[in-house]
């Protein structure tokens, strides 16, 4: 298995930082988790393309976490994708109204010569291709959903957005590679976010054996968020950067 950050930063534009997104693959199964905007141009960069994507995963509906979702059903109107495979989306309750409102707007984005597949899903797990996959409620928004993929005995979990919760110790325990919101540095704590500490602290709980912070917000320039992690967490410990792959 193989995760490649996609974008590690926020709705606040910078330029070196594209909003949320992630790429999950294995042999056979390529999916994404999350799909703020630019990450399928992302995507491209790290050669990947989207024909090749089983599935969408959307750990909630804020804009900079799901808005290429529309780009991505424009897209695959071209006739290069016709006759695809299917597609599937899976996110929180509230996921079909999103979609419909979305091809309300612009009803060119509706499905044509493939199947699209959209997931409400209920906390539980579920066989995708070559992958595990379960999640759990998170706290951020009513939507927000925490996934965790397990392949050959490797675990990647990502929180999205994330506040303090035991939920988050739960779906992270004892996982390979934990990426977790760390969005605003120690003492700048915004309600509904994690710091690094914080970030630390839940993966100390749930014994990950690796720590990857993400989500930063331009307050974190300028701060050593890894120390900042390092006070509450034993393991390893890196800093999220666009582009950049890893291997569980």
């Known amino acids: 298995m193989r995760v490649t950050v996609l974008g590690s930063g926020t709705a606040v534009p910078v330029p070196d930082r594209f909003p949320a997104g992630y790429l ?26 989207i024909e090749r994507l089983d599935a969408v995963f959307l750990t909630h509906f804020h804009t900079d976490h799901c808005s290429d979702l529309a780009a991505l059903l424009f897209a695959l109107h071209g006739p290069q994708y016709a006759g695809r495979k299917p597609i599937a ?21 509706a499905p044509r010569d493939y199947r699209l597949d959209l997931v409400e899903l209920a906390p539980g797990s579920m066989r995708l291709g070559a992958l595990d996959v379960s999640w759990l409620p998170i706290r951020h928004t009513a939507q927000s959903l925490g996934y965790r993929f397990e392949h050959a005995g490797r675990t990647a979990v990502f929180s999205g957005d994330a506040d303090e919760c035991d939920e988050l ?6 996982a ?32 990950a054996r690796r720590l990857m912070l993400t989500h930063f917000y331009p307050q974190c320039e300028g701060h050593d968020l890894r120390a900042q992690a390092a006070s509450t967490f034993d393991g390893a410990i ?11």
């Open 89 to 109: 989306v899976h996110a929180a309750p509230g996921l079909l109204r999103l979609v419909r409102l979305l091809t309300e707007a612009w009803p060119w984005l």
């Open 176 to 207: 390979d590679l934990f990426v977790c919101d760390a969005a605003f540095p120690d003492g700048q704590r915004v309600e509904g976010h994690l710091t690094p500490s914080l970030a630390g602290s839940h993966a100390q709980r749930a014994r």
């Open 238 to 248: 890196e800093l999220a950067a666009d582009l950049q792959s890893v291997t569980p």
């Open 24 to 49: 999950v693959e294995a042999p056979g199964t390529t999916v994404m988790v999350d799909c703020g905007p630019g990450t399928l141009r992302r995507l491209a960069q790290a050669g990947v393309g």
């Open 169 to 174: 110790v739960e779906l992270a325990r004892e």
